[in-house]
């Protein structure tokens, strides 16, 4: 989705790889804490822009392409979760961003959450929307089976926007990133997280249950949740109103 009320800019992040982000900065709030939504497994900023328009009203908000997806650089080899999340920090310090809050949205919170335990002088706090991965569903079966369950409340509009993202990642690309998002352990992570931390799930997430949300809240120790009514996994994208007044109070 194409947002004209949001500002395009490329920067080259750790010396190698252009990355391109949007923003949205109200006037008078470029020096307020940044949020910055950072994009799940094999897509990319396409179905956080939405939220950036909404939010960018309040913060300065931002979203990112990570590299090896939409409009930033391929590098030739799939990135790990590591360089993934790497590459996320060097972008926050190419755009001389000051320590932010990192919204990440399904495999974005496994990201978001070890950038703040590996770099926490660039975290200022978390929200984790829909956070991946349950330990129950860490095969491709039962993670295919959830993600089936959850697309029936998932906005058609949604549809292209994945063909599009698969498309420029690539298949080799997003099956390594699936894979990633399946062996990574963010529950061994989460109790090293020290800046504040919201947990946020969609009612009728079925990505994420309610005990996994549940855990996740207990692990960190700075943390508290928040359900969503009436909303599935992507509530960025499917109701991203709903989620602008639980982030501004927060951040």
Not at 80 to 94: H, K, Q, R, T
Not at 177 to 203: H, I, N, S, W, Y
Request: charged content about 25%.
């Amino acid at each position: 989705m194409d947002r004209t009320d949001l500002e395009r800019r490329t920067v080259t992040a750790a010396g190698r790889w252009p990355m391109t982000g949007w923003r949205r900065v109200p006037p008078g709030g470029r020096h307020s804490t940044p949020v910055v939504c950072v994009h799940g497994a094999g897509v990319s900023s396409r179905e956080l822009r939405p939220l950036v328009a909404a939010l960018g009203e309040h913060l300065p908000a931002w979203t990112v392409d990570l590299p090896g997806f939409g409009e930033s650089a391929k590098p030739p080899h799939p990135l790990d979760l590591p360089g993934l999340a790497d590459a996320l920090v060097s972008w926050l310090e190419a755009e001389e961003l000051p320590p932010a809050c990192l919204v990440g949205c399904s495999f974005g919170c496994q990201l978001a959450v070890d950038a703040a335990v590996r770099h926490p002088e660039r975290v200022r706090s978390l929200v984790l929307v829909g956070p991946t991965v349950d330990p129950r569903a860490r095969s491709w079966p039962r993670m295919i089976g959830r993600w089936l369950r959850n697309s029936v409340r998932e906005s058609p509009r949604m549809a292209p926007l994945n063909v599009a993202d698969y498309r420029d990642a690539g298949l080799r690309r997003v099956v390594a990133t699936f894979q990633e998002a399946m062996r990574d352990r963010p529950e061994d992570k989460m109790p090293r997280v020290a800046v504040p931390v919201l947990v946020v799930r969609g009612e009728y997430d079925r990505m994420v249950s309610q005990d996994w949300a549940e855990q996740v809240t207990r692990l960190i120790p700075r943390a508290r949740l928040v359900v969503v009514p009436g909303m599935p996994h992507m509530i960025p994208f499917r109701g991203p109103q709903a989620l602008v007044p639980v982030i501004t109070d927060f951040a």
